[in-house]
């Protein structure tokens, strides 16, 4: 597919060039700093890469960015949630952004694009509910908000998926090409958390759910690596298991 990778200069975005490029796509890297990303990738991969300046919050600047390279998909890495549920971030207006310009395009080139978005964990359901895991742990909320503007969008204009991870940590301090995660696949699934291990906590009046999903929190962490093979890998085909759902993930050795 030919890409369009919005926030190409963050920790994840970096990985995902060299996993997406990896992995036969073609990448347009839509960036504030051609500099910044140039200095950032091993030499053989910014080579590959078409290089878009622009801002994030910018709708009308990434439809652009679609139209004039043609792109079949659209992966949004820019922007970081407010951790404290009173906090804010400019997250969710590039999320709107993004998805305005996806929508938007999409109607022009006739097609769906096919669009990733990073969110968080706590944007998944508490198992056999609902309920967004932030209802018991109420960090990083902005994630349910931009989720559930996806799932407003109408069916068949923007193919969409959410990754949410917990926390991602570097495997390796610097980004290497070709990109080959050392921790293997990730284990993924539609709305809810995987292998999330049961617990007699979670009976607990009041807190009961709050603790059961802070004992399996740590359990959750994955790599960098891993998140952005995950997206290039599933990019590979346009019929993809996690269209229209959030996607949990869990590194199967933990």
């Known amino acids: 597919m030919k890409v369009l990778l919005i926030g190409a200069t963050g920790n994840?975005?970096?990985?995902?060039?060299?996993?997406?490029?990896?992995?036969?796509?073609?990448?347009?890297?839509?960036?504030?700093?051609?500099?910044?990303?140039?200095?950032?990738l091993p030499r053989d991969a910014f080579t590959q890469l078409t290089v878009v300046n622009g801002d994030a919050m910018d709708a009308s600047a990434i439809k652009s960015a679609i139209l004039d390279h043609s792109c079949d998909a659209v992966v949004?890495?820019?922007?970081?949630?407010?951790?404290?549920?009173?906090?804010?971030?400019?997250?969710?207006?590039?999320?709107?952004?993004?998805l305005k310009a996806?929508?938007?395009a999409s109607e022009i080139q006739k097609r769906p694009l096919r669009v990733w978005i990073l969110g968080g964990m706590t944007a998944l359901h508490y198992p056999g509910t609902q309920k967004p895991l932030a209802s018991y742990l109420p960090i990083f909320r902005?994630?349910?908000?931009?989720?559930?503007l996806l799932k407003s969008i109408p069916s068949g204009t923007?193919?969409?998926?959410?990754?949410?991870?917990?926390?991602?940590?570097p495997e390796t301090e610097n980004v290497s090409f070709p990109l080959k995660s050392s921790r293997g696949k990730l284990v993924a699934s539609r709305d809810i958390p995987p292998n999330f291990n049961n617990s007699v906590l979670k009976?607990?009046?009041?807190?009961?759910?709050?603790?059961?999903?802070?004992?399996?929190a740590s359990r959750y962490e994955t790599s960098l690596e891993q998140n952005a093979e995950l997206i290039a890998e599933d990019l590979e085909t346009r019929d993809s298991k996690f269209i229209?759902?959030?996607?949990?993930?869990?590194?199967?050795?933990?």
């Open 203 to 216: 009976y607990i009046p009041l807190i009961g759910g709050t603790l059961h999903l802070m004992t399996n």
């Open 244 to 254: 229209g759902a959030a996607v949990g993930i869990i590194d199967p050795a933990r």
């Open 12 to 40: 994840v975005g970096l990985r995902l060039c060299s996993a997406l490029l990896t992995h036969g796509h073609t990448v347009v890297a839509y960036v504030r700093s051609t500099s910044k990303l140039e200095s950032a």
């Open 142 to 148: 902005e994630h349910v908000g931009n989720l559930a």
């Open 102 to 104: 996806a929508r938007e």
């Open 158 to 169: 923007v193919e969409w998926s959410m990754l949410c991870p917990m926390t991602m940590v």
């Open 76 to 98: 949004n890495a820019s922007g970081l949630a407010a951790l404290a549920p009173w906090g804010s971030s400019t997250l969710p207006a590039i999320v709107s952004a993004v």
